[in-house]
């Protein structure tokens, strides 16, 4: 029979040599080993005195079978936790499979609080009584569905009722365990993607309610399983038993919500670390040491218990602050007098509204995002979901609640001057509700849902009783673009300054078009950075978690980063670019409509308290909507703002300063416009000339190539290229680029293709070899004019499948060997490949021969030819576009409708809700990831002058928009597939971008927008051409004191610090590194394994010796 001791040796081996593999493997990770990973000198007998190392048991409740990011993180949990103790048993993971049916079948926390519990007192290789246990027990958020306020309650109440009946039954069959509580909103993304399935009344929701009602659940329920532990005293009867609440909930990174795609491979990866980071922090007392991370997350410092705190965290150990230790806001007076004596209309109701009283104003209405909506307005520290209610009858600027003695409004101070006004919201609702009437702001609105609102706002008022559209005065507010900042970091084309004064225009330009007799209040985004100080002073013990989820671009840069300042120069754009959009006049070609900037938002005075600290008086329960005491002086702002003639408004909002109503004049009595100001508008921006050719501008300084001719790829420059050359399809062989009608549309411009063509010169034609000659003028490879004639080392032909590329590539090996102007052998050369667009456009045809995984192996036959024929290349691969973003291609042309089908018809036929379609962009995506798989391995890694980059700038296409949801047509050829010279133009850049990016920080996306100044350059410091090696970081330069003897014929030493490690002699055989690394690996494993093996048997002695003294011996 076994020992004890032997089962122990046999369970640990496998885990020894998992510790000997994270230690080689994980590289980004620093702190490791701690100093404090021994256990305790004798088995703790207080809960509040259990290290890391004391752990013998870690065990999981709450996951189900969609928890796969969650099972990671514990699982990398585990690992973690097994370099502290390797005898650590963790059932879940080793024993009892995730899956199976009890856990299938079992499903509830208290089921599985049941399971864990029977098995843990089963299990022969514990010990109930005497082993430590850590439990992990998880409430998944993503898996509540909640929409209205009292289903929020009831789910929340529901959820810690269950959460208590588990706790309650693992403290009745659990000894020496901690368990540790924690809140899991990982899957969040697959449930906002299918929340139909999940939570079918979210369906009406936009993306930002639906990220506001889940974070607002989040912190609900963090709230009330807090006050759970404080009124059941964390279980913690007994000196071994007790219970802790981690301090914020397990969120997911958002960027996948705003742009609409999943996580890359790389950043899926580095999320699931910083969550296992997150989990494992939150287990161990807290300490005051900053650990920070790189400003790419790339470097994780993982924790270490300290000397002097080196436990698992308890409320015993480390008292927490809780929830309902906030002080309650003081309800401020929200009142306002109202001071002005002239109160009257106009004698007779104006034709102009530049003579408009506010007498005269008869509906008033507004539109925008939650601060409108008025989200929490009144709600307290302790009432968090409080913030979900939209309380317009107390909205700033379109509220008409009660009156102006206790409710301070814009409507509510305009009914002193028309009692009969209308159009004010009252209550609490949604914007489809009766009591929103023309407040029609959605929370979570970002510029381009404007429109939307508008036209529900503009259908309200034709079609109510109470409204003459004709011939009523309104009084129509517009603030948006508080969200745009908040997420623009996620993709900042969708946020970009150009796409938010879009937007904005298509609002005026429908209001100007639709409304008759309107003013337009546009009131500036407001400076948003100073919010960020509610988030910086721990005392105001404000959610920061939860406003990282609703504004993560501004919450969580670093002070003084580059991220940081990129948002206040988009801030200050948007704002200046709503000045640019009125200031051209275009809003004030007749007399009954204007647009008037009130700029009061552009600069924040932060209010504080007399110690100095904030105050939180002023905000929401959740420190990032503004309470009834900040919109009380944003509604008086906004109305002397009105009042205040054009140049000489007042454009800073000092929270601090107690504002007094002004009132109309007997000079001044109107509402104030550019004309009754006397203001003269700057007047549009010059119109640029008409754009002659698609060149662009040049302003790289060093154009030099390396010294000697580079023997290693990874050391290559722009100007040591000596030859191009290009496979694919019609894109890369330059079907109808200049095509002016039908005729010309089977026409090869190849002298324009963006990756190949060499027309005339980059001034007036930009594409690569075009950027390239100015490096080195003699370039060779690239085609000229239209056809076959001259079209160098242009192999792509129109129609071109994956299937065709390893013919073309044979073809192009051939042709570069006979040609007499290339030397094969020492010339460098660049190879471009772009296929798979007519794959997709005809997989639905085809689909075996045009599957994925054919897809990548026809790329890996080409880019084996080349590896094994071809000396001195480096390969770009351009990865494949989003192809249903044809359909929003139009012109009304019958060549564009009929030949855009023909083209591509199993993209173009499908409607877009089709499963046709459906099943497309999933075969796109994985065309994108079987791409990815085939060049990040090591397959092309053998030979120093070879290398394969992949550049992913058409990863997430865009296609700049002329209107709502159709596409530019200028970008595209008379028949609506193929690519025009202007976008042979934009590619050519990106593909050059992407090429003086570092591989792992590439742009994956186009920025289509004309600008001949966007080529970059090379660095000084990194002069080359980027591979996958010499983006890798330089290693650390250690200095030493020992002198080195001198020579006066030493080598020269290439000191750049993009090549990260030293090359080894070529004569080396390329066996023997690796045998040397087994031979590590092997002793590293063995040598681990001695010193356990000692120290088991010092244990085993030891507890022999006491055997022996309680048998009388």
Aim: a negative charge; glycine letters at 4%; one cysteine or more.
């Amino acid at each position: 029979m076994r020992t004890k001791s032997e089962n122990t040796r046999e369970m640990k081996f496998p885990q020894l040599l998992l510790i000997t593999v994270l230690g080689l493997t994980w590289t980004t990770v620093t702190g490791l080993p701690c100093t404090q990973m021994f256990p305790s000198q004798s088995p703790p007998s207080n809960v509040n005195s259990v290290r890391p190392s004391d752990v013998a048991v870690l065990s999981s409740i709450g996951l189900h079978m969609h928890s796969t990011e969650l099972s990671t993180v514990v699982s990398r949990l585990r690992e973690l936790m097994t370099l502290f103790n390797p005898a650590l048993i963790s059932p879940l993971s080793d024993e009892i499979n995730l899956y199976a049916p009890q856990f299938v079948k079992h499903s509830t926390l208290v089921e599985q609080a049941e399971e864990v519990s029977l098995y843990l007192q089963n299990n022969q290789a514990t010990d109930v009584e005497r082993d430590w246990k850590l439990l992990l027990l998880f409430v998944q958020v993503d898996q509540l569905c909640a929409c209205e306020p009292q289903q929020v309650q009831s789910v929340i109440k529901a959820t810690v009722e269950e959460v208590d009946s588990a706790l309650q039954l693992l403290h009745s069959q659990l000894k020496q365990t901690i368990v540790s509580v924690a809140l899991w909103d990982g899957e969040r993304v697959m449930n906002l993607f299918f929340n139909d399935r999940m939570c079918p009344c979210m369906e009406t929701y936009s993306e930002g309610e639906v990220r506001l009602q889940r974070a607002m659940l989040s912190q609900a329920l963090q709230e009330s399983l807090d006050e759970l532990m404080v009124k059941k005293r964390w279980y913690g009867d007994r000196d071994d038993f007790t219970v802790i609440l981690q301090e914020s909930p397990f969120i997911t990174d958002l960027s996948s919500i705003s742009s609409g795609q999943p996580l890359s491979e790389s950043r899926a990866l580095q999320q699931t670390d910083n969550l296992m980071m997150q989990m494992w922090t939150n287990l161990l007392q807290p300490t005051r040491v900053q650990r920070n991370t790189d400003d790419n997350g790339n470097i994780i410092a993982l924790p270490c218990p300290t000397e002097d705190r080196p436990f698992l965290r308890t409320e015993g150990n480390s008292p927490s602050y809780h929830h309902r230790d906030a002080s309650p806001l003081l309800h401020p007076f929200t009142g306002t007098e109202m001071p002005c004596e002239d109160l009257s209309p106009s004698p007779s109701t104006p034709t102009s509204v530049h003579k408009l009283r506010p007498g005269d104003i008869k509906v008033v209405a507004a539109v925008g995002d939650s601060l409108t909506a008025g989200n929490g307005i009144p709600s307290s520290p302790n009432n968090i979901l409080d913030v979900l209610n939209q309380y317009r009858g107390l909205s700033w600027s379109i509220g008409g609640d009660d009156n102006l003695t206790t409710v301070t409004t814009l409507p509510n101070i305009l009914k002193h001057f028309n009692q009969n006004l209308t159009g004010y919201s009252v209550g609490m609702g949604k914007q489809d509700t009766p009591q929103a009437f023309l407040n029609q702001a959605v929370a979570g609105a970002k510029s381009k849902d404007l429109l939307p609102q508008v036209k529900a706002l503009v259908a309200r008022m034709k079609s109510d009783s109470r409204i003459n559209f004709e011939s009523d005065w309104k009084l129509i507010t517009v603030f948006i673009g508080g969200n745009d900042l908040c997420d623009h970091c996620y993709n900042s084309l969708l946020y970009s300054v150009e796409d938010y004064i879009h937007n904005v225009q298509d609002t005026l330009d429908y209001l100007h078009k639709e409304v008759p007799r309107a003013l337009v209040n546009l009131v500036e985004p407001l400076h948003i950075l100073p919010l960020r100080d509610m988030h910086t002073d721990p005392s105001l013990k404000c959610p920061t978690w939860l406003v990282n989820i609703l504004c993560p671009c501004v919450i969580l840069p670093k002070a003084n980063s580059k991220a940081l300042q990129m948002v206040e120069d988009l801030n200050r754009h948007y704002q200046k670019s709503l000045h640019e959009l009125v200031e051209s006049g275009q809003y004030d070609t007749r007399s009954d409509f204007t647009v008037v900037i009130q700029p009061f938002f552009r600069e924040i005075v932060v209010p504080k308290l007399p110690d100095g600290r904030l105050d939180r008086s002023f905000f929401s329960a959740d420190c990032f909507h503004l309470s009834q005491k900040a919109q009380t002086l944003m509604a008086r702002s906004l109305w002397n703002n009105m009042l205040e003639p054009l140049g000489n408004k007042t454009f800073t909002q000092d929270f601090t300063k107690d504002l007094n109503l002004t009132c109309p004049t007997q000079t001044s009595p109107y509402i104030r416009t550019y004309n009754n100001s006397d203001y003269m508008y700057a007047g549009p921006s010059p119109t640029p000339g008409p754009i002659k050719d698609w060149g662009s501008d040049f302003s790289c300084v060093d154009l030099a190539p390396s010294d000697t001719v580079p023997t290693s790829v990874h050391e290559l420059r722009p100007a040591d290229i000596k030859v191009v050359a290009a496979v694919g399809d019609s894109t890369t062989a330059g079907t109808g680029a200049k095509a002016k009608n039908v005729f010309e549309l089977s026409k090869e411009y190849k002298g324009v293709s963006w990756s190949i063509g060499g027309d005339k010169a980059l001034d007036t034609v930009t594409t690569l070899p075009n950027i390239l000659k100015m490096f080195n003028p003699s370039l060779k490879g690239f085609s000229k004019g239209v056809g076959s004639l001259q079209k160098g080392f242009n192999m792509a032909a129109s129609g071109a499948k994956t299937s065709a590329i390893p013919a073309q590539v044979q073809a192009l090996i051939k042709a570069m060997k006979e040609n007499k102007a290339v030397n094969f052998e020492t010339d460098w050369k660049l190879v471009t490949i772009f296929v798979g667009g007519n794959d997709l456009c005809h997989y639905c045809i085809d689909q075996n021969n045009l599957s994925p995984m054919n897809y990548s192996h026809n790329l890996m036959l080409s880019l084996d030819m080349l590896y094994k024929e071809v000396p001195r290349v480096l390969v770009n691969v351009v990865e494949i576009l989003q192809i249903e973003l044809l359909k929003t291609v139009k012109r009304n042309t019958i060549s564009c409708s009929l030949l855009q089908r023909t083209s591509c018809p199993c993209v173009i036929n499908p409607d877009k809700t089709s499963p046709e379609l459906e099943e497309i962009k999933r075969i796109n995506h994985e065309y994108q990831a079987e791409l990815l798989q085939l060049i990040s391995g090591d397959r092309y890694d053998g030979k120093e002058d070879f290398a394969v980059v992949l550049q992913p700038f058409l990863h997430n296409s865009f296609i700049p928009y002329i209107g709502v949801g159709e596409a530019d047509p200028s970008f595209f050829s008379v028949d609506c597939f193929h690519i025009s010279e202007r976008a042979h133009a934009e590619m050519a850049i990106a593909l050059w971008n992407n090429m003086l990016e570092p591989v792992g920080r590439k742009q994956a996306y186009n920025n289509f927008t004309y600008d001949r100044s966007k080529i970059h350059c090379p660095s000084e410091v990194n002069p080359f051409i980027y591979t996958k090696i010499n983006s890798l970081p330089s290693p650390p330069v250690t200095s030493t004191t020992t002198s080195i003897p001198t020579s006066t014929a030493s080598p020269p030493v290439n000191t750049a610090p993009t090549i990260p490690v030293p090359k080894c002699p070529s004569s080396m055989p390329v066996w023997v590194p690796v045998i040397v690394g087994i031979v590590c690996l092997v002793a590293g494993v063995t040598f681990a394994w001695l010193i356990l093996s000692c120290c088991q048997c010092r244990k085993n002695k030891a507890e022999r010796a006491v055997e022996m003294r309680h048998s009388g011996f």
